[in-house]
């Protein structure tokens, strides 16, 4: 059965997803960008908007029974390749080794965005 893990808190979009989805599991993770919690864009500079497009994966997660301990995957938007030394260091403040398999694309995204974040995790045991 496939579930929609949700909470007030949960950072939503006005767009057609879900901030989630679980089977078994596994927990898929739709892309989460700079927003607030009604999907509002929050433009910063490349840092802020990493960390706010983080901070919304962390509280996803979250909801879903996970955290970044248990990511699989990540798959990383930049629009400007000349902040991928920047995104590469603050990446190491949210994830350690052994990493997460990863993808970077870069001139991907419109204007109004610096950068988007989806990822795939797994739940965390039950203890």
């Keep these: 059965m496939i579930e929609y893990p949700s909470e007030p808190d ?7 997803f879900s901030p989630s989805t679980k089977f078994g599991d596994l ?16 433009s910063e500079d490349f840092e802020g908007e990493m960390r706010r ?4 994966i962390r509280k996803v997660l979250e909801t879903a029974g996970s955290d ?8 990383n938007y930049v629009q400007d ?3 991928i ?11 350690s080794e052994p990493f997460p398999a990863r993808t970077t694309i870069t001139n991907c995204l419109g204007a109004a965005l610096r950068y988007e974040v989806e990822c795939i995790a797994i739940a965390k045991p039950k203890v």
């Design 10 to 16: 949960t950072p939503r979009s006005h767009l057609p």
């Design 27 to 42: 927990i898929f993770v739709s892309g989460q960008a700079s927003v607030d919690a009604t999907g509002k864009i929050i």
């Design 53 to 56: 497009s983080m901070e919304n």
């Design 68 to 75: 970044f301990k248990h990511v699989l995957q990540t798959r």
């Design 81 to 83: 390749p000349a902040d």
């Design 85 to 95: 030394p920047l995104f590469n260091k603050l990446y190491r403040e949210y994830f």
